[in-house]
């Protein structure tokens, strides 16, 4: 059964700069159905995001959405009153970072963190909340749970804090979880054990993710399907096996080309020339022409749609042939 | 504890040159006899006063007597009052400490508010506004803002007694007077302090639990915000008594601030070394007091 | 002004109260009598301590602790004191007090005093209520000595069994009001001394305030906080007159205004023309209307009236004649023009700056041009002990001895050197002759003589003698005095 | 890689280096920080030495004393036969015209107040090498050697990308024609289009320079990618060294096993358990005793509590320092084969 | 492909962004309304005080018995000679607030520029050779700390006498610390930076690493600082005036003239009230400056 829970759709998002409003997202469109994880992978800079903070209502002051439809569940989010967003967030969508060292408050204790959010959103007691907390901490693996409750950040090492995070989060059962790059800031060893607790999790208890990564490897530990985004749009989307298998858009195949692969050693990688456009000065047409192997006048023209190649499979790009 | 008694420690060499300062400031710098006596006195007077006074040794001997003094308590007397200059200035201190722990509270009162306000509605008219009147704050000379405060207050209006300490409508002019610059300097601080931690990931963090406004800005910003500000304000100890200087001079407060400008004018030696070192400890004890504070506001920052 | 003020309540509230507040510039600097030279304590102390005689500011004196006395010799006199005074602590004041206090200031040296009772040789008791005071060397205004600043009775038995230290903090003397509390740099208080030998005290409770800021206490007065300022800026004379409720009363002080020039060969201002030429530049009835608010009386003489050896010929007197000193200069051959240094002190006196601001321009006028220097008070006092000026420095001169003496012994030779250089050998001749002689008539005769050939020759030149200003709350009559004391019981409820 | 003795271009013995973090004014706490613990290893000339660990294992701290930027507490560093840990100043700074350096952060590691110009031809004027037309002919020739244009000369690092600063630096390395370059997590914060272009450049420039890398990084793919041999290390130790194919199909020390089994593969086909190792490094002030791996290692034993295990050559050019290597064992924790 | 070579430059930025970076910063200051104040204030009290001789329409010292305390033009009694009216000494107060913009200009830039490079230079030195170095002057920073600024001048100027000479001796000699505490602490942190280990792995000496690197670096904090101090010590320098020791006649500052102006509040409230609204605008707009300069020079804020 596909059921969406969240979908997305023609999403901008600008910023306003010294140089008059800038669109870092421009029509981005997507899916998260019930129980599943979607991961969106893109270059630094491609709005990613962008794109999660504006799901979650808490774009930095000179940020708007100013165009698209946010739908969770049958709610319209650009509609909602200040109230009903701050009930909804923490609540039923939840979001943990990418820097577990400054995504939390330096001088509360953990405790104090993870009590806030349960008796914000269930009203429970200070007793209720603590009790919770420990059981929510011990459930992200956690040992002497009651103890580090009493922690500040700071007296936690960095896998800690991300599950700590990762706590909160979970804390209110949402039903769906945005995970902005949570394994970027770890080591190799902690990033495999946090992912691991993310894939039990959602084994668990149905939770949606919307996992955002540059790392194609976390992609494919994880993920359900994919969302490759470039310059603030989406470029391509597709289940994960297909993706891997048969990337359409130029992009997305140079990126995988460009990984240098721990088991498969070429003797010089793929590269794609060049480096991401300036969300100020866009090239016209397809974004991605300049750095295109593919492109030519015609793209410069164009702007090229996101077309179906499949039920399931679609991709910006008027070169390739689904 | 421990790390206090060890900061404590800490401070000895610093005072040991304030010792230095102070008694090279004063000492090298004049004659202090001629001024006791009126002008028409004679040599004659003068250099009996000067010998009797212990002013014609050499100035280490006068060093290291004044350091040997010092050690036991004897600061030495004030000739103008001829008695011992340390029990002048502890007269006095209660005063000037009751002038600047009030003037303190009117600098907060007035820059925490102010302060979180402009950061929240930054770019704001109202911000403008603010940062506008703090600076105007600054940019006003202490002792022209008592007078028409005296002006206004006390002479037009008869709000407030125009001197003297006393009760607390005595302590209010002066308060004001002393605090308004600080609370411009602290309204600034707290502004832009404020700011940088609402840029903060943690702040995101808040906002993405869903808590209101109110408490983000109020409990989770401002705690990190006042971390800062502690340190602050602990400096801004020196300033306030510098301004007492003034402040107490504008409003015949009788503190040490009174003492010490006319000390020095009339170079009352024996009180200016002993204030200057009193005063240098103060600021000390009390920057000690807000690193304490600041450890234990942030707990980032572990005891040893 | 009225006393029914349209300032509010509390200068109506204050009629009724028979507290009297004086709000002084400075605080007192302490009780030990003899060792400050400071006359607004001593406008302070006498409302708690008595001389044995009192200056009437006109040349003659009263007795006060004293009954009667006498000039036996040259050198010695005798007094008798008056029964049944008691001290503030009930003690009897006796001859012994009299002998422990004048022996201690005569023969300490350390005392800030000293100088100007080290002429006294001793004091011989007598009897309970007789003693003799023996000078070193005939001393004409020994009188003078004992009424003013140094010369207060205090209690031997007091002093000797409690020891200083109790003393400062509690002080005891003889006078209408005893202490009651001192708050230093903020207020004294005094309350009446109900075994007065004298009048019974007028006031309950006599209150100093310091309020060293000159705009508040103009602004204390304003608002009835306090009943009596002291040295109200001129400028604010018109509007505390034009205030209901207040009123200022100015009177002439002791300290007179003057330059001091270098008579040397060395100096441009060695020419006698030159000097003259300078006095004659300056307008300074100009400046006492301007500047002073009227508050001064211009003068030729330091020697003002009230003194002994006044010559009042040259008080109030002035010379203003800019195009007569142009000439002088010419003559004197500075046709064009000349330059001089000037140096003043800064703060110290009223108006000092903008005074000798404006001399600097009216000088410029006929063609002088002043480098003036104005320093602030202490350094200005290191290069005036050091005797470091050139030709000219600016400076005022008290006089609480009432007596030309003190006044005119800086223009002997021997005084004079290295600061104006006079050496005038008739004015030497006559102050050194006076100093001594006990012939008051003949004495005052010598100064007169002095004084008119230092105003022709001008080693100084005069410029006018300052007045007291003192703002008043109409609820109290107060005259003030020549020698700035606080009677306290001569300012009076209305 | 059979590299004979006369190759070695730099070795270090027994190399140590703690920082000593001692507070207090009378009562000296002493904590030591054994940030490099004892390493022994040799660097081949025209080789790629990759050294990976993970985050404070002590990788940078053995990257700067390599290039003299610190003083080693204990042990010797010959580069050319000369001793660079007891160099004096005026020496090293002779030293350094072999030995460079490029650093991580491409937006830290450049003067923001210099233009490129400067950057690049500044290791020439230090050293008094090039002045004037010569100088800017220098810069030019280097600045088209990593791919930048002539016309980009006057401009400031923040006006440039990631990608570009770090060129930037490459050719700031390169000005003294250096013979060694050690990489600090060179590409560690360049996205993965990017990083494919420097890896390719410092490949490139490998070969028609003759340089000799020692390249430092937590990201295994890259090491994989451009290492002749790899040492892995762990709290200040060396814990593995060997020939990059040797250490990936056949690693020896449970660290590094782990290590490599971490690291997740971008096939989703391959999708597996991960052999979890348990706990994070400890801190290295307060170091475990015994094998430092220990409290981590599901094959530790009391031995391995007690004794630091020694480091030694276990197989032919295949040093490892462990008391129970993964020798009989099958090891190979990577499929046959793997495509995209 | 070829397409790729002729979009490139344009993706890659160059010249173009250049001239960007410097037009926005011109743009900066054009939309922050408060720097723009600021500027515009600095830069006629600056006008205002080397072209003094030319504006003022009297000599600043001349005095004029007549004349004296003349309102403002526009009051009763008052003429357009005298259009800010005159003081006690009948001065016209225009012509000694143009001049006087010279001395309280002075005194703050020197002043600010003496402490500047006393502090640039021990807190160079502190931060980057530490050790005994920075025992000792962080010693002596931490002493002089403890003593107010205002107590130390008012003793140093009690001695020497308030000569210009001395007063921008010792508001620079004693205001110094702050810019050594803050230079060493930013040295402290630059000297841990990449570029700086950089410069030292190409073999550069201490002395260019100090000049090249850590200076310049230091710098944008620096200048921020020292706009603000000179704020200060204009203000400064009117207290000193309220004490005595400012600035002395014939000399004339804003600082002297409130300060004398002052017994005139209540009576001829000008004398006192526009060299106070000179000092205040001024300050208030070297502040405003200040504060846009660290916007601007903060490479936090920068990008
Ligand atoms: N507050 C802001 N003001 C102006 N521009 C912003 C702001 N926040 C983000 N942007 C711009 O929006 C664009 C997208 O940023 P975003 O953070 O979504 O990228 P990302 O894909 O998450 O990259 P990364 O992988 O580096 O996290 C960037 O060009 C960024 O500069
Ligand atoms: N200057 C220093 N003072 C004190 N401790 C230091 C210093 N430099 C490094 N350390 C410590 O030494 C240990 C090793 O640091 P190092 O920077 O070499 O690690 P690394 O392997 O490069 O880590 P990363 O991957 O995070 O760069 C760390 O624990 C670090 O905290
Ligand atoms: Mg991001
Ligand atoms: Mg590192």
Known sequence: MRESLLSVDDLKVRFKTEDGYVSTVNGVSFDVEKGETLAIVGESGSGKSVTSLALMGILPANGEVYDGDLRFEDKDLRNLTKKQYRQLRGNEIAMIFQEPMTALNPVFTIGYQLRETLMLHYKLSKDQAQKKGIEMLETVGIPDAEKVMGRFPHQLSGGMRQRVMIAMALSCNPKLLIADEPTTALDVTIQAQILTLLRNLKEKSNTSIMIITHDLGVVAELADRVIVMYAGEVVEQAPINELFERPLHPYTQGLMASIPKIHDVVDELYSIEGTVPNPAAMPTGCKFHPRCPLGDIECTKVHPALEFVSETHSKRCIKVKG | MKYFFQSLLKTIPVLILITLIVFLLVRVTGDPVSLMLPETATDAERDSLRESMGFNDPIMIQYFNYLGDLVTGDFGDSFRYNTDALNLILERLPATIELAIAAMIVAIVISVPLGILSAVKRNSFFDLFITGGAVLGKAMPNFWLGIMLILLLSVTFQFFPVSGRGTFGHLVLPAITLGTGIAAEMTRLIRSSMLEILGQDFIRTARSKGLGEAIIVNKHAFRNALIPVVTIMALQTSTLIGGTLITETVFAWPGLGQLLVQSVNLRDMAVVQAATFIIAIFVILSNLIADLVYRLLDPRIKYD | GESSSSEGEEPVEKSDSKTLTIANGTDIVTFDIHDHNTTSTEAVHVNMFNYLVTNDGEGGFQPDLAESWENVNDTTWSFKLKEGVKFHNGEDLTADDVKFTLERIAKDDTLLEHGNYNQIQEVKVVSDYEFEIITKNPEPALLNRLSRLGSSILPKDYIETEGWEVFLEQPVGTGPYKFKEWKKDDRLTLEANAEYFGDAPKWEELVFRSIPEDSTRVSELLTGGVDVAVNIPPTDIERIDNTDGVSVVQSPTQRVMMFTLRTDADSVTGDPKVREAIDLAIDKQAIVDSLLGGAGTVTRTRVTPGNIGANEGLYEQTLYDPEKAKQLLEEAGYADGLELSMAAPNGRYLKDKETVELVTAMLSEVGITVNLELMEWSAFNQRYQDRDFNEMFYIGYGNSMFDASLALDRLTTEEAKGESDYNNTEVNDLLLAAEQNMNPEERAQQYQKAQEIIAEERPQIYMFQLNAITGVNDRVEFKPLLNEMFYADSITLK | ?340 | MELTKVMEPLAEGGKVKTQASYKKLGKRLLRSKTGMIGLVIVAVVVLMAIFAPLLAQHDPAKTDVINRLLPPFWMEGGNTDFLLGTDNLGRDILSRIIFGSRISLLIGISAVLLAGAIGMALGLIAGYYGKVWDFIIMRTVDSLLAIPNILFMLIILAVLGPSLITLILVLGGTSWVVYARMVRSETLSIKERDYVRSAKAIGAKDFRIIIKYILPNVLSSFIVIATLNVATTIILEASLSFLGLGIQPPDVSWGLMLSDGREYIATSWWVAAFPGIAITVTVLGVIFLGDWLRDVLDPKIKD
Do not use: W
């Not at chain 4, 990489?183 to 320079?209: G, H, P, R």
């Not at chain 4, 979890?276 to 005793?289: D, F, R």
């Open chain 4, 1 to 340: 890689m059979n590299t004979a003795e006369d190759q070695v271009i730099m070795e270090v013995k027994n190399l140590k280096k703690h920082f000593d973090m001692s507070k207090g004014f009378i009562k000296k706490t002493n904590t030591k920080v054994r940030a490099v613990d004892g390493l022994n290893f040799k660097v081949y000339k025209g080789e790629t030495l990759g050294i990976v660990g993970e985050s404070g294992c002590g990788k940078s701290t053995t990257g700067n004393l390599m290039l003299g930027l610190l003083d080693a507490t204990e042990g010797n560093i010959y580069f050319q036969n000369e001793d660079i840990a007891h160099m004096t100043q005026a020496e090293l700074r002779k030293a350094r015209r072999d030995l460079q350096v490029i650093f991580q952060d491409p937006y830290s590691s450049l003067n923001p107040r210099m233009t490129v110009e400067q950057l690049v031809g500044e290791p020439l004027v230090v050293h008094g090498l090039a002045s004037g037309k010569e100088l800017k002919k220098q810069v030019t020739e280097l600045l088209e050697l990593v791919g930048l244009r002539e016309h980009q000369m006057k401009l400031y690092p923040h006006e440039f990308s990631g990608g570009q600063r770090q060129r930037i630096g490459i050719a700031r390395a390169l000005a003294l024609k250096p013979k060694v370059i050690v990489c600090d997590e060179a590409v560690s914060a360049l996205d993965v289009s990017i990083q494919a272009q420097i890896l390719n450049l410092l490949k490139k420039l490998q070969k028609e320079m003759d340089l000799t890398y020692i390249f430092i990084a937590h990201g295994l793919p890259a090491v994989r990618h451009i290492s002749d041999r790899i040492g892995v290390m762990y709290l200040g130790k060396m814990v593995e060294l060997a020939g990059r194919n040797e250490l990936f199909e056949n690693p020896l020390h449970p660290y590094t096993h782990a290590l490599l089994d971490s690291v997740p593969i971008p096939d989703p086909r391959l999708r597996k358990e991960h052999q979890l190792i348990k706990g994070e490094i400890p801190s290295p002030s307060n170091p475990p005793s015994g094998c430092p791996f220990h409290p981590r290692c599901p094959k530790a034993t009391e031995k391995c509590k007690v004794d630091m295990p020694e480091y030694r050559e276990i197989l032919p050019d295949h040093f490892v320092a462990c008391h129970h290597p993964l020798l009989n064992e099958d090891t190979s924790i990577l499929p046959d084969s793997a495509t995209v």
